[in-house]
T-cell receptor, first 114, second 114 residues
Framework: DTGVSQDPRHKITKRGQNVTFRCDPISEHNRLYWYRQTLGQGPEFLTYFQNEAQLEKSRLLSDRFSAERPKGSFSTLEIQRTEQGDSAMYLC????????????FGPGTRLTVT | GENVEQHPSTLSVQEGDSAVIKCTYSDSASNYFPWYKQELGKGPQLIIDIRSNVGEKKDQRIAVTLNKTAKHFSLHITETQPEDSAVYFCAAFEFNTNAGKSTFGDGTTLTVKP
């Protein structure tokens, strides 16, 4: 399968713990995006990378959130000191730079903070 | 920033009937309007899109129309089938300067009854 993959698919953690999610984009896509989706709502933009450079961050991305894409391939999203309000689906998408509007989404990581 | 409103939030139709989902957007600079289908446990999948220089686009049973003056666009599904049951999201995007940030509607849950 050559689509966007995310790991883990589900994560249950206790409040205050740190969690890290991984996204592997489609191989020739050098743009990578993170979105958050809560129940009954559409995805909300968090941040995006072109290659290894993080080019934009949403105000939704508080200081507890950090995203990296060290080699311009896979990306990680870390949430420190998780709160119950962080419970959501975290979606990753990728695109070609010349067609950045055509974004291909992964299956998401469902985070539950207890 | 952009704001996208989507209606209805739920839609139930009989198999074979047509379904229409409508979205409005606020930013006249938006020029790309994709529609996504999200099935349970999966990420959104791009099913059709339209650019602002086109008024209508069709792909088999799916069509999208755009009214730039009124800032609204619609998804039309004809001859609905049970496998069309899913959550559908519209989005708006300005791809000249906004490299990756799509703004999504809150989704429409479509149920096709056999």
């Amino acid at each position: 399968d050559t689509g966007v993959s995310q790991d883990p698919r589900h994560k249950i953690t206790k409040r205050g713990q740190n969690v890290t999610f991984r996204c592997d984009p489609i191989s020739e896509h050098n743009r990578l995006y993170w979105y958050r989706q809560t129940l009954g709502q559409g995805p909300e933009f968090l941040t995006y990378f072109q290659n290894e450079a993080q080019l934009e961050k949403s105000r939704l991305l508080s200081d507890r959130f950090s995203a990296e894409r060290p080699k311009g391939s896979f990306s990680t999203l870390e949430i420190q000191r998780t709160e119950q309000g962080d419970s959501a689906m975290y979606l990753c998408a990728s695109s070609l730079p010349v067609r950045s509007y055509e974004q291909y989404f992964g299956p998401g990581t469902r985070l539950t903070v207890t | 920033g952009e704001n996208v409103e989507q209606h209805p939030s739920t839609l139930s139709v009989q198999e074979g009937d047509s379904a229409v989902i409508k979205c409005t957007y606020s930013d006249s600079a938006s020029n790309y309007f994709p529609w996504y289908k999200q099935e349970l446990g999966k990420g959104p999948q791009l099913i059709i899109d339209i650019r602002s220089n086109v008024g209508e686009k069709k792909d088999q049973r799916i069509a999208v129309t755009l009214n730039k003056t009124a800032k609204h666009f619609s998804l039309h599904i004809t001859e609905t089938q049970p496998e069309d049951s899913a959550v559908y999201f519209c989005a708006a995007f300005e791809f000249n300067t906004n490299a990756g940030k799509s703004t999504f509607g809150d989704g429409t849950t479509l149920t096709v009854k056999p």
